[in-house]
């Protein structure tokens, strides 16, 4: 579980270097600015480079400064990023090189829990030239490990974010070291690497990676609906926060597969019911014309639910007109018959597409599972190479400062701290000879440190390997940022898809309610037509119109056309289920 987030302020939290906009107040900008940049590359060592620059700031109003820092604009995102931050319950500090004069408007600005920095010396309201407080000669990271210590809290627990080189003591050390729009010297050091500007692209990061430690024990499912994750990696990089919101687009698919499977399989049911409901009305409105006169007795079984209704309207008053009534009818329910024909063509074809666009969903999403692991399993290399070279990296460290490394940079310090003093101070001539003569001591003390050769020769047998499996992380880390754009295309490819099969089924459902429409509209005619076959029934003349004479052709088709219908019968009687077009056809015969 992450607890505590900890960030850089100068091009972090503010957009900007504190240091060298208060270097525009005294007009030494550029000088400034060259030093921070050594010292942001890793050139130089933070404390050389932090007493240079501040020396330089010698006479600056305080007053100014403050204005300044009331002016000094926020990165993009600050604000959302430590507000939410501290709602879902995260600590946030800031390390920082900066000063406290700077850093303490933040703080009030963005309500910081705790805020760890330099102080600039100052006499009557004017920047003396001096620097002093924890990040002169001490590293973040020994900032930090007392914070956490006091805290409560473990570098486990810590997410820490930076962009320069004297971040890599705690970018390396914590749980995750985020470098955020960083220098390349902090980048090999960190585990995950955003190139934006843009601080809610970290939170997005940071809430992500609590979700996961928090969620691990989670089915594939569940995984797969909050693929918003970055490559946790170093050297890969996240390049904008489209890429890693697809879920935005792509986030619960599998769970609205599921339900579209779901509703496409209880559609399919409802159609199989309504065909057996439309079946079962044909044979109930056949049998009412087979047996118009006969009463009996009513079932105990259940009533069916679609019933015919009860036809709502008034015979004509001669039997002519009764089948002129016919006649009017007839026509009309094959027309709404082939309507709703139509409606369960387009039905029909809008379910085929639907499935179909399922189909080629759920082997998109495999795909991107696929890429997904193959890209976690490449990250876990990484890690391995990492620590493995970062191993090394300790061990080349160690072997350098036991050789006299530690002590030659101790001297090569001192002696330029006396150089500096010669240069810009004016001395009296017993002073100057005193320091000249303290140098040349140094250089002499200098010349005789002596690397130990065999201490040397290991250190470059250690540098080779430290370089051959950093290599093998950025090869890899290269490998995963390939499996993770494949990833986010399947998803995306995923998405459109899924797109399309909700248009497709929102088409079937439609098409659906259409024919059902149609279907009702269907059985009120026929409710009518058995009404008319009734009363012709009970009629003396029992000639349909269609019966009439005209002409030796017209006679064999309807002779043609009545055995046929009398067969359909006969069929009907043994079990046979009618189509529309039987139906009518027995109808027109008036065979019962």
């Known amino acids: 579980m992450i607890k505590l987030v900890v960030f850089d302020l100068d091009n972090v939290i503010i957009d900007g270097e504190g240091i060298d906009e208060i270097g525009k107040l005294v007009n030494i900008e550029d000088q400034i600015a060259t030093i921070t940049e050594q010292a942001m590359q890793g050139d130089i060592d933070f404390e050389t480079s932090i007493k240079k620059r501040v020396g330089l700031l010698k006479g600056a109003s305080t007053e100014d400064i403050k204005t300044l820092a009331n002016e000094m604009p926020l990165m993009k995102g600050a604000k959302e990023a430590v507000s939410t931050l501290k709602e879902n319950g995260f600590d946030v500090a800031i390390i920082s090189g900066s000063f406290d004069i700077i850093a303490d408007t933040i703080k009030e600005k963005l309500n910081v829990d705790n805020i760890f920095t330099n102080s600039l010396v100052e006499k009557n309201g004017i920047l003396t030239g001096d620097v002093t407080g924890p990040l002169v000669s001490g590293s973040k990271l020994d900032v930090l490990s007392k914070f956490i210590e006091e805290a409560g809290y473990s570098l486990d627990e810590c997410v820490a974010v930076g962009d320069g080189a004297n971040d890599i003591s705690m970018i390396e050390s914590a749980g995750y070291g985020i470098a955020f729009n960083a220098k390349h010297a902090l980048k090999e050091n960190a585990d995950i690497i ?3 500007r843009d601080l809610t692209d970290v939170l997005n990061v940071i809430i992500y990676l609590n979700s996961e430690n928090t969620e691990e024990g989670a089915d594939v499912d569940k995984e797969v609906a909050v693929e918003t994750e970055v490559v946790e990696t170093t050297d890969v990089v996240v390049e904008n926060q489209e890429e890693e919101q697809v879920a935005d687009a792509t986030e619960e698919v599998v769970e609205e597969v599921e339900e579209v499977v779901e509703e496409a399989e209880a559609t399919e049911e409802l159609k199989e019911a309504e065909e057996l409901v439309e079946e079962a009305s044909e044979e109930e409105a056949e049998s009412a014309e087979e047996k118009p006169v006969k009463e009996s007795k009513p079932k105990k079984s259940k009533k069916p639910k679609n019933t015919l209704p009860e036809p709502d309207f008034d015979l004509a ?8 009534q016919k006649d009017e009818r007839e026509e009309l329910i094959a027309k709404v018959a082939d309507e709703r024909e139509v409606f369960n063509r387009e039905a029909k074809e809008q379910r085929k597409i639907r499935d179909e666009l399922n189909s080629e969903l759920k082997e998109n999403l495999a795909k991107a599972i696929e890429f997904r692991n193959q890209r976690n399993e490449i990250n876990k290399q990484v890690e391995e190479n990492k620590k493995i070279r970062n191993k ?14 530690k002590d030659k ?11 500096k003093i010669i240069e810009t101070r004016v001395l009296d001539i017993k002073k100057e000879n005193q320091l000249v003569k303290n140098a040349n001591d140094l250089r002499k003390e ?10 040397k020769e290991e250190a470059a047998e250690l540098k080779k390997k430290s370089e051959e499996y950093h290599a093998k992380v950025v090869e890899l880390s290269e490998q995963a940022q390939e499996a993770h754009e494949q990833m986010l295309s399947y998803f995306r490819k995923t998405d459109e898809i899924r797109t399309a099969a909700d248009e497709a089924h929102k088409l079937f459902i439609q098409a659906r309610k259409n024919a059902s429409a149609k279907h009702e509209e269907f059985k009120v005619i026929l409710s009518e037509i058995h009404v008319i076959n009734k009363k012709l029934g009970s009629s003396k003349n029992r000639k349909r119109r269609f019966d009439k004479p005209s002409g030796s052709s017209s ?23 009618l189509s529309t077009e039987e139906l009518l056809l027995l109808q027109k015969y008036d065979i019962n």
Not at 394 to 403: D, T
């Open 317 to 324: 008053d001669t039997i002519e007109g009764v089948r002129t």
């Open 555 to 577: 006679n064999k088709k309807n002779r043609e056309e009545k055995e046929r219908a009398e067969s359909i019968f006969d069929k009907f009687k043994n079990g046979k289920k």
């Open 409 to 419: 940079i101790r001297i090569e310090t001192e002696i330029k701290k006396i150089d």
């Open 392 to 405: 090394v990296n300790e061990e080349i460290k160690n072997l350098e400062w036991s050789s006299g490394k």
């Open 194 to 196: 955003v190139e934006t």
């Open 446 to 455: 200098l010349a005789e440190i002596k690397e130990d050769d065999k201490v």
